[in-house]
């Protein structure tokens, strides 16, 4: 089973079952029931899981809000076996800051989302996770320790941002209501 839960009102687009994208009326349930209209925050991550019957430990979990993907995966109650989540390909590579959290915040077409590739490897393991693969300037794949340990343990994937991929910033207008933590 597959859940996609989008909280973009203006997208008119799912997924097929086979993958191929189509339009569809985001209001409706047309194409895949399993597509829901929510706005995923910090606050009701857990509680949207639970509505719609996600399992305790899923097997994949995938985070891209272009906003709050590293305070949506620390307030996760949930287990999944791996996980996949952006980050921002815009911050360099030895910083390590997020943005600060805001339960309302939307993309603003600037790079101003997310958090940092380090920013998130450091939640990875205070959760319990290995980063084990790195997909361009987008994505990081983690997977649980203990599942990692079923398979012999001590893998050393050793991951690390890779620096040519790196894109400078776009300027972002006002830097004072761009707010960013530490991580």
């Keep these: 089973d597959s859940l996609l839960m989008e909280g973009d009102t203006a997208r008119d ?21 399993n597509i829901k ?27 891209d ?3 709050n993907d590293l305070w949506i995966w620390k307030a996760l109650k949930y287990q999944p076996r791996v996980v996949v ?12 800051k997020t943005i600060k959290y805001n339960p309302e915040h939307q993309y603003g077409r600037n790079d ?8 998130l490897k450091k939640l990875g393991h205070e959760m319990g996770y ?5 997909l361009k ?8 320790d203990v599942i990692l340990a079923e398979y012999g ?3 050393n994937f050793n991951v690390r941002y890779n620096s040519q991929q790196y894109h400078p910033a776009h300027p972002t207008g006002n830097p004072e209501k761009y707010a960013w933590v530490k991580y």
């Design 37 to 63: 209209e929510e706005f995923v925050t910090a606050e009701n991550v857990s509680e949207l899981f639970r509505k719609y019957n996600v399992p305790q430990d899923p097997d994949l979990v995938s985070i």
């Design 137 to 144: 300037t987008t994505n990081m794949f983690f997977v649980k």
């Design 130 to 134: 290995t980063c084990v693969y790195q």
């Design 13 to 33: 687009w799912t997924l097929s079952p086979s993958g191929k994208k189509i339009e569809r009326n985001i209001h409706g349930d047309k194409y895949d029931p």
């Design 65 to 67: 809000l272009d906003g």
């Design 153 to 155: 343990g001590n893998h």
């Design 112 to 119: 101003y989302y997310g958090a940092s590739f380090e920013a």
């Design 85 to 96: 989540i952006e980050f921002n390909g815009c911050i360099p590579v030895w910083v390590s």
